[in-house]
C-alpha cells in the first residue's frame, strides 16, 4: 500500500511539473510570437526606408545632373560675353583705337579685372561641379618639380605688378620625380600663389618643395601678407567664404580658389594644411603622395609627419 501510494505521488509531481513546463512553453511560443510579429514590422521599416533611400539617392542623382547642365549651360553663355569684354577692353587698353585719358584707362582696367575675376569665378563652379559629379579624372604622370616650377614662374611673371613684392621659387633639393597629376597639381598651387599675392603688400611670397622621407611631398606657398586669425581659418576651404579684411574688401574673389584646391588635393590622394598668423603672414600647403595611388588619403598622423618643420 506504501508503494502504491508513493508511486501516485510520484505520478501528481510528474504531472505538475508537465503542466508546469507546458505553461512555461507555451509562454516562450507566445514570447517568440510577439517577437516574430516585432521582427516582421521592423523588416517592413527596413524596406521601407531602403525604398526611401533610393528615391533619395535618385532625387540627388537628378539634381547634381540638373546642376551640372545648370553650371555647363551658364559656362557657355558666360563665357562668350567675357571674353569679348576681355578682348575688347584689352584692344582698348593698347591703345589700337586711339588714346585714353587717365581716367578712362582706370575704368578699363576696372572692367579688365572684374571681367577676369568673373572668369575664374566660372572656372572654379564648373571645376567644383565637375568633381562633385565624379567627373574629373586624374592622369598621374612622372615629372620633375624643376619643370613645374618653371611653368608657374613662367605664368605668375607678367601678373608682378607690385614692385614692393617678391616672388621667390626655392630649388627643390633632394625631392624625387612625382608620380600623379601635374595639371591639378598646378591649379593647387596657382591657387595659393594667387591669393598669397593679392593680400601682401610688400615682402615675399615663397614656393617651396619638401620630400618628406614618409613618401609626401609637402608643397608650401608662404607670404608676408596680411595673415588670417585662428578662428577663421577653419572655414577657408569652404565654398564662398571670403575674410573680413580692409584688404579682402579691395580685393575680392570668387571664395572658391582654396575649396577648389582642397577637393583637387583629395583627389590626388593628399590634403591642404593652413598656418597663419593675424598680421604676420600664411603659409599654405598642399601635401601629395610621391606615388599617386587611387583612393587613397592621408591619416592624421601622415599630414602632420608632412607638414612639420625639418630641423
Known amino acids: 500500500m506504501n508503494e502504491v501510494e508513493a508511486l501516485r505521488e510520484e505520478l501528481e509531481r510528474l504531472r505538475q511539473e508537465r503542466d508546469a513546463l507546458q505553461a512555461e512553453l507555451r509562454g516562450r511560443l507566445a514570447q517568440i510570437n510577439d517577437l516574430s510579429r516585432e521582427l516582421a514590422e521592423t523588416n517592413s521599416g527596413v524596406v521601407a526606408l531602403y525604398a526611401e533611400l533610393d528615391d533619395s539617392a535618385a532625387e540627388l542623382r537628378n539634381v547634381s545632373e540638373l546642376k551640372s547642365r545648370f553650371l555647363s549651360y551658364m559656362s557657355h553663355e558666360f563665357r562668350t560675353p567675357l571674353g569679348s569684354i576681355r578682348s575688347i577692353s584689352r584692344i582698348l587698353l593698347d591703345r589700337m583705337d586711339g588714346p585714353l585719358t587717365d581716367e578712362q584707362e582706370k575704368q578699363m582696367r576696372f572692367i579688365q579685372g572684374s571681367a ?38 613662367g605664368m605668375f611673371k607678367p601678373l608682378l605688378t607690385n ?67 585662428k578662428e577663421h581659418q577653419g572655414a577657408l576651404f569652404q565654398d564662398f567664404v571670403q575674410l573680413d579684411s580692409p584688404i579682402q574688401k579691395r580685393f575680392r574673389g ?52 608632412a607638414t612639420r618643420t625639418q630641423d
Not at 559629379?133 to 614662374?153: T, Y
Not at 572658391?256 to 593628399?270: H, M, N, Q, V
Open 116 to 153: 577676369e575675376e568673373l572668369t575664374d569665378m566660372v572656372n572654379d563652379l564648373l571645376d567644383l561641379a565637375k568633381i562633385d559629379a565624379g567627373r574629373i579624372s586624374i592622369s598621374p604622370q612622372w615629372f620633375e618639380m624643376m619643370d613645374l616650377f618653371a611653368a608657374l614662374r
Open 163 to 229: 614692385e614692393a613684392v617678391t616672388l621667390i621659387f626655392e630649388e627643390p633639393i633632394d625631392v624625387p620625380r612625382v608620380y600623379t597629376d601635374d595639371k591639378k597639381l598646378s591649379q593647387i598651387l596657382r591657387n595659393f600663389i594667387a591669393n598669397a599675392l593679392k593680400f601682401t603688400q610688400k615682402g615675399e611670397v615663397r614656393v617651396s618643395a619638401q620630400y618628406r622621407a614618409s613618401g609626401w611631398v609637402t608643397f608650401a606657398v608662404a607670404d608676408t601678407g596680411i595673415g588670417i586669425a
Open 254 to 305: 570668387s571664395g572658391l580658389g582654396l575649396a577648389l584646391s582642397k577637393r583637387l588635393a583629395e583627389l590626388l590622394g593628399g590634403s591642404v594644411v593652413v598656418e597663419s598668423e593675424l598680421g604676420r603672414g600664411s603659409t599654405f600647403s598642399a601635401v601629395i603622395p610621391v606615388h599617386f595611388t587611387a583612393n587613397r588619403l592621408p591619416t592624421a598622423g601622415e599630414i602632420q609627419m
